[in-house]
């Protein structure tokens, strides 16, 4: 069993920064791939990015490469987002989640935690 806890969304001006932390419970952290997803209102969560166990294989999506940079601190039992030039298009509720095996589709995270807002003004 995994508990995850996000922390760090809030209002944003567009081409600022955040960073995302999700905290994990458990024993267990180093061996599960976790990855961060993203739900606008009126919309499906869509992935935004993953990491494996490791932190040796990275995937995003398309429309945050190259702004968004996820990692993990397994001492820690801690993976991170951060998010800069921040548009207003990524406005959505931020959720990371655990899971086995590595993978970019939410149907493969077993955990979940309750999600973060993240909110970028024009």
């Known amino acids: 069993q995994v508990q995850l806890v996000e922390s760090g969304g809030g209002l944003v001006q567009a081409g600022g920064s955040l960073r995302l932390s999700c905290a994990a419970s458990g024993r267990t952290f180093s061996r599960y791939a976790m990855g961060w997803f993203r739900q606008a209102p009126g919309k499906e969560r869509e992935f935004v990015a993953a990491i494996n166990w490791s932190g040796a294989r990275l995937d995003y999506a398309d429309s945050v490469k190259g702004r968004f940079t996820i990692s993990r601190d397994n001492a820690k039992n801690t993976v991170y987002l951060q998010m800069n030039s921040l548009k207003p298009e990524d406005t959505a509720v931020y959720y990371c989640?655990?899971?086995?095996?590595?993978?970019?589709?939410?149907?493969?995270?077993?955990?979940w935690g309750q999600g973060t807002q993240v909110t970028v003004s024009s």
């Open positions: 989640a655990a899971g086995t095996p590595y993978s970019d589709s939410p149907v493969n995270y077993d955990y």
